[in-house]
């Protein structure tokens, strides 16, 4: 009696290189389908992060009939403290010691990220942002080490009002002072809803930046003060300013921009601002096409890098009597 056996087939290495080859197909098919997905929910959650900026915002107004100061000087803080009983912040509010400056004990503890300032909460930070994990978190340019925010408020057209003698009407914004005498280094103005006179729903009051990617060293060519909210001097920290338009490829001007700091690949680029440029960061994303923005009214908007120059910058003041929507 005779057996007989089956020989079982398999792949041949032409048929294997095949298969691979679709699989790899595949993947590159999906691989942008899934990135897309994955900025999109970013995207979103920067916008709930905005969200949240302005229910404190409103919360503030509705506590003392004005928004918080954008800085203060007598106490140095800025408004990201102010806001911290509006945004569910209360136990680091009641830690922090209102009679010392923000970089006083216990509000910093130097050198350390031990400190109030320096507490990593999550709505400071915008997903897309690369720089809004690891080191370029914090700012460690001194010793006062402190956290850095992905969201600012709105200063207005402040820049240019002393240089191309702008009407103070058209440089105001709705956290910087429109008092044309104010001394060399003002308080920046609280306003309230009563200030706006152009319509709340068309009024910018705060944008999404980039954070600058630090390597922690502090010298002079790593230092950039875009993002460092925390601290009350100069605007360049915790305001964007509607000189430029979103993600212009013009550089920002700041009150410290290292040479490491200055990068227009990423998004990034900036020089020192003088005395006959004065201070404009823009407002900056890694989102495709825009950036979010928070408005008076307490709406998030996303706004094309496109928008034209003339109606972003009139969306940036309060009071100038000019009749400027988004588009839709």
């Not at 800085?71 to 209360?90: C, I």
């Not at 680091?92 to 990593?120: E, Q």
């Not at 993600?247 to 690949?265: A, F, L, M, Y």
Request: hydrophobic letters at 35%.
């Amino acid at each position: 009696m005779t057996q007989s056996f089956r020989s079982k087939r398999g792949f041949t290495l032409v048929e294997l290189l095949v298969v691979i080859a679709i699989i790899g197909i595949l993947v590159g098919l999906l691989l942008p389908a899934v990135q897309a997905a994955r900025e999109a929910a970013r995207r979103m959650q920067c916008s709930n992060n905005l969200k949240q900026w302005g229910l404190g915002m409103h919360n503030h107004h509705s506590t003392f009939n004005r928004f918080p100061y954008a800085s203060q000087n007598a106490r140095r803080r800025t408004y990201v403290v102010m806001l911290w009983p509006y945004m569910e912040q209360t136990a680091l509010f009641d830690k922090y010691d209102m009679t010392r400056d923000f970089f006083a004990t216990p509000n910093n503890v130097p050198s350390t990220l031990t400190g109030l300032i320096s507490a990593p909460i999550p709505f400071y930070y915008c997903p897309s942002d690369p720089n809004s994990t690891g080191a370029g978190q914090f700012w460690k340019g001194d010793t006062n080490w402190r956290t850095r925010v992905n969201y600012v408020v709105s200063h207005g057209r402040w820049p240019e009002r002393t240089v191309a003698g702008i009407p103070d009407s058209e440089a105001q914004g709705l956290f910087r002072s429109h008092n044309t005498s104010q001394p060399t280094n003002p308080v920046p103005g609280a306003y309230g809803f009563k200030s706006i006179l152009d319509g709340s729903s068309n009024t910018l009051m705060m944008s999404e930046i980039l954070i600058p990617a630090l390597d922690g060293s502090g010298g002079t060519a790593n230092r950039d003060s875009r993002g460092d909210a925390m601290n009350n001097s100069g605007d360049s920290r915790w305001a964007f300013h509607s000189t430029l338009t979103p993600n212009s490829s013009s550089p920002d001007r700041n009150d410290e921009c290292g040479v490491n700091t200055n990068i227009p690949k990423q998004n990034l680029p900036c020089i020192v601002n003088t005395s006959s440029l004065r201070v404009a960061v823009a407002a900056r994303s890694r989102h495709a096409g825009g950036v979010n923005v928070l408005l008076a009214d307490g709406s998030i908007q996303f706004v094309a890098s496109n928008i034209d120059l003339a109606t972003w910058r009139a969306l940036a003041t309060i009071a100038n009597g000019e009749v400027a929507t988004l588009p839709q």
